[in-house]
């Protein structure tokens, strides 16, 4: 039996009282022959106190035994309520306790039971709410910190402690200035602690893999009461922002000055044939043949500009059918067949048979020539071009590799931007709008694959496209 609850102190102290009113029955009973006879025999008197004994024993554990039970069913229901009282107290909502038999008690049960239930069903909703708390913070793309009163941080996300090469076990408890925030960060939560206003910055922090550029923005966090429960940081990553407009802003003066340069030569050349070349017919012969040509050029920009344009547009989209690679780069090589010749080149195509996958056959021709025309213009005389078309799994991959003036490291990972030159100078000789590997890398990513280029200074350079055998659309 349990030695806590009323059941255990109670039947101790019936307990006790049963054995002292024993006690004092048996010394009552057992002086009954020296008040009746004093000279009774010593034999019957002992064997009168031995019965005596024995009854009373009898008497003690019968009465031991019924009021235990007794005290045993009225006690057990408050025992039990308490016990779960005090569960409930800790925390632990799923107890219950059994309905009594005794109405107060009962419905004291049922009540406790009903608190039960709600605690429980409280529990799960709270945490519930807490995993979608911390999911939501999690699945923000911008860094958070939750600071508290004393400027101590409760509470950071994944992406706060990736951008920050921090822990949040480590950091929880810890004050803002120990966590290796940019002094501008710093600053900024000092002026929102001072100021209890919102404030908002932008910084730029360096990192491994190249400068970050962030917009910090601090808030107080205000209780229902109006009491300062702290501050939140949010961080906003805004590179890709501010790397979009510098490509615009490139883009802008690029085709200014791509278009400035045959715009200025035809009105030049047209002025001094106004102001009297006209009359020397060599001469006006040469302008006017400098005029189409910057002309043509001038329309070759448009063109592409055009062109880039239409590709990059939502509603944009491929004539896919089944293509064999093989015959399309033969194709193409002869296309471009003039072109060698001029410059006393050859190229060797490792084909394979049965090269098919699904493209669009134009878009697919208009690359390899893109491609090829590249190779061809930054190449040395006499020299050759290599085109491999292989199978990997469930993609086709061609590779054109050319024996030229090859690129620069540094330069490789933008040369696909729209007008960008590795070599400016030689880029002017080969008559090049600067367009051509952007149109090149969008109609490949339109047909779900990928091209990339490996090159060594002076020693050539390998274009490889990689174009998925099956298109899922």
Not at 241 to 263: G, M, Y
Not at 368 to 397: C, P
């Amino acid at each position: 039996m349990r030695k806590e609850g009323h059941t255990y102190r109670i039947l101790l102290t019936t307990s006790a009282t049963l054995v002292v009113f024993s006690i004092v029955l048996w010394i009552v009973i057992s002086q009954f022959f020296n008040i009746v006879d004093m000279n009774t025999d010593p034999a019957l008197v002992k064997k009168f106190l031995f019965y005596l004994t024995g009854v009373i024993i009898l008497f003690l554990a019968l009465s031991l035994f019924t009021l235990s039970r007794i005290i045993y069913h009225f006690t057990k229901p408050v025992d039990e309520l308490t016990l779960v009282a005090r569960k409930l107290a800790a925390g632990d909502y799923k107890a219950r306790t059994s309905v009594s038999e005794f109405k107060d008690l009962g419905n004291l049960a049922l009540s406790i039971n009903q608190i039960a239930r709600n605690g429980q069903e409280a529990k799960i909703e709270r945490s519930m709410e807490k995993e979608r708390l911390k999911t939501l913070i999690e699945s923000i793309g911008s860094s958070l910190l939750m600071l508290g009163r004393g400027g101590t941080v409760n509470l950071m996300n994944g992406v706060f402690a990736q951008t920050f090469n921090a822990s949040a076990r480590d950091s929880i408890g810890k004050s803002y200035k120990e966590i290796g925030l940019p002094a501008v960060a710093e600053k900024l939560i000092e002026d929102v602690f001072l100021s209890e206003q919102v404030h908002e910055r932008q910084i730029r922090v360096k990192q491994e893999n190249g400068p970050l550029s962030l917009t910090v923005y601090g808030a107080p966090v205000i209780g229902r009461h109006g009491n300062w429960l702290g501050i939140i940081v949010v961080f906003h990553d805004i590179s890709k922002i501010i790397q979009l407009e510098e490509v615009r802003k490139d883009f802008v003066a690029n085709v200014s000055h791509e278009l400035r340069t045959p715009v200025t030569s035809i009105k030049g050349f047209a002025e001094t044939l106004l102001d009297g070349a006209l009359s020397d017919p060599v001469i006006s012969r040469d302008f006017i043949s400098i005029i189409e040509k910057e002309s043509g050029r001038l329309h070759s920009i448009v063109t592409d500009l055009l062109e880039l344009s239409g590709i990059e547009q939502d509603g944009f989209t491929l004539n896919v059918t089944e293509v064999d690679a093989t015959y399309t780069i033969r194709e193409a090589i002869q296309l471009v067949s003039g072109k060698l010749a001029e410059k006393q080149m050859v190229i060797e195509f490792e084909s394979l048979d049965h090269l098919l996958l699904e493209a669009d056959s134009s878009r697919l021709m208009q690359v390899l020539v893109n491609l090829l025309s590249n190779a061809i213009a930054y190449s040395k005389l006499g020299t050759t071009i290599r085109i491999r078309g292989t199978v990997e799994e469930d993609f086709v991959v061609i590779a054109i590799a050319d024996e030229g003036i090859g690129i620069e490291k540094d330069k490789i990972p933008r040369l696909f931007e729209r007008f960008y030159r590795a070599d400016l100078a030689r880029s002017r000789e080969s008559g090049g709008t600067g367009l051509g590997l952007a149109i090149v890398k969008h109609l490949i990513e339109a047909h779900h694959g990928t091209i990339w280029v490996e090159s060594e200074l002076n020693q050539g350079s390998e274009f490889f496209m990689k174009l998925p055998i099956r298109q899922h659309i």
